[in-house]
């Protein structure tokens, strides 16, 4: 029992302190990315030059709110600040494996292009709605979730709730969307546009 307590111990401590030398390494190196000297960093944060030292040495760990407040200053997240660099992904999907929903009715061609990943909770889409066509209407999301759409080519009627927008070439829309909401195409020619669903609230 002493030695399995022992050998948990170890563990604890050395995945605590690999997570210090990820975090100070972070620190530095965004600092460094964003050209601020300590006492910049320190100016921008509100946290002394001598613990924003101490961290990027490995010789501090910071309280939330002081690692928070560095956050803030370098332009990144909390959790971006905590993860090592081997942890994050870099993914590039060919366009034969993005995958591809069609509706033989109306023609309209729905191009996943983000990655499918548990737990992220962003869609992005690439929206192709033949001249005359309309998507029919999209059930209502749980409240909390929001949609952004961008108008590549054409001319679209967005329809949410009792209101309609007319979103033109380059023209940008949010709404949320915890109403139902259809689309359709007012133009002669197939129109394109990017579509973000974003469900990160509900994680």
């Keep these: 029992m002493t030695i399995r307590t022992t050998v948990k111990r170890d563990q604890v401590e050395a995945e605590a302190r690999s997570q210090i030398d990820v975090l100070a390494a972070e620190v530095r190196s965004r600092r460094k990315e964003r050209d601020l000297s300590l006492e910049q960093l320190a100016t921008l944060s509100g946290v002394s030059r001598s613990m924003i030292s101490k961290i990027e ?12 407040r560095l956050a803030e200053a370098l332009g990144v997240t909390f959790s971006r600040l905590m993860a090592p660099a081997t942890e994050r992904e870099v993914l590039l999907i060919p366009a034969s494996r993005q995958p591809v929903l069609r509706d033989e009715a109306s023609g309209f061609l729905r191009r996943c292009i983000s990655p499918v990943l548990p737990g992220r ?23 909390g979730v929001s949609e952004y ?3 590549l080519k054409g001319r679209l009627r967005a329809s949410v709730g009792e209101r309609w927008f007319v979103v033109e070439e380059g023209d940008s829309l949010y709404f949320e969307a915890d109403t139902g909401h259809a689309f359709t195409n007012l133009g002669t020619e197939d ?11 509900m994680r």
């Design 57 to 68: 040495r490995a010789e501090a760990v910071p309280s939330t709110m002081v690692l928070s």
């Design 191 to 201: 129109c394109q546009y990017f579509l973000v669903i974003d469900a990160s609230r």
């Design 121 to 143: 909770g962003i869609d992005w889409v690439l929206n192709t709605l033949p001249a005359g066509a309309t998507t029919g209407e999209f059930v209502a999301h749980r409240r």
């Design 149 to 151: 759409i961008y108008v």
